[in-house]
């Protein structure tokens, strides 16, 4: 009896500990990151302030384009095509407005966004 009640608790205590660490506070994102695909993995299960997708459909190349920001003043933009998903860091708020509001999408990003606000890689 003492075995399954034993094995109850860490089952339950594993659970509860899981779910906690699968979300963090965006304060805790590193300034840089090893790669892609980490920095991906991280921002997607932090927890931030402003957290919005919009709709790209009108794109003739953008599938998607995602802004998160802890502070409210700058942020992460993560932008995906058919091929790749771009992520760029410190993307002022005003910056992310302007792009849900532009005419183009894509002819903003190369002229706003592009080679600007680069990722941290380490």
């Known amino acids: ?66 802004y998160f920001s802890c502070d409210g003043k700058s942020g992460f933009m993560i932008m995906k095509t058919d091929s790749k998903s771009y992520i760029h860091q410190n993307v002022p708020i005003d910056i992310w407005n302007e792009v849900k509001n532009a005419e183009s999408f894509g002819s903003y990003y190369n002229d706003k966004i592009k080679h600007l606000y680069q990722l941290s890689i380490k």
């Not at 506070?25 to 892609?36: G, I, V």
């Not at 931030?48 to 599938?63: Q, V």
Request: with cysteine; net charge positive.
């Open 1 to 66: 009896m003492h075995k399954r009640r034993f094995i109850l608790f860490l089952l339950i205590f594993f659970t509860i500990n899981a779910s906690a660490q699968s979300h963090k506070s965006c304060e805790k994102l590193p300034a840089s990151f090893p790669n892609y695909e980490n920095a991906i993995q991280q921002i997607k299960v932090a927890e931030f302030k402003i957290n919005e997708t919009i709709d790209t459909r009108k794109s003739s190349w953008i599938r998607g384009l995602s």
